[in-house]
């Protein structure tokens, strides 16, 4: 069984396996450090831009407040993530939020250990094959 192979010794599997794989780690740089602004429609009284930041640009976002903010904590749960502020020596708890950085890391582990294991079972296949193709010779 002969399958089509692209850019030399290397197959489509492999080649959209390390394509997954570059989206999810790029997926994952940009939620701890990305930023991105974009227009929100419907602001009042006038159109205003929204931001989403990272884990660690939101971290640096609420140490800017040099003149209130005394420290910055961070601190991760299971799938969450939560800011919190130490303003006028009372620590000002923050809001617990999704963590698609830890969602990205889960993903790529589950992604890579299913593509392990499928390559795996392929080499205990084509070790089967070539047992059997040695007794009949």
């Not at 749960?77 to 502020?85: A, K």
């Not at 589950?110 to 193709?133: D, E, G, R, S």
């Amino acid at each position: 069984m002969k399958k089509k192979k692209l850019f030399g010794k290397l197959g489509i599997e492999t080649i959209s396996f390390l394509i997954l794989d570059g989206l999810l780690i790029g997926f994952l740089i940009f939620n701890l450090f990305g930023v991105f602004t974009f227009w929100q429609i419907g602001k009042e009284p006038q159109p205003g831009y929204v931001t989403i930041r990272g884990m660690y640009s939101d971290l640096q976002y609420h140490a800017s407040f040099k003149q209130s903010v005394i420290e910055v904590f961070l601190s991760q749960g299971f799938l969450t993530y939560q800011i919190d502020c130490l303003v006028n020596w009372a620590v000002r708890p923050g809001v617990p939020t999704f963590s698609w950085m830890q969602v990205s890391i889960l993903l790529l582990v589950f992604i890579n250990l299913w593509m392990a294991n499928k390559y795996l079972q392929l080499a205990k296949k084509l070790k089967q094959a070539l047992k059997l193709n040695s007794i009949y010779k």
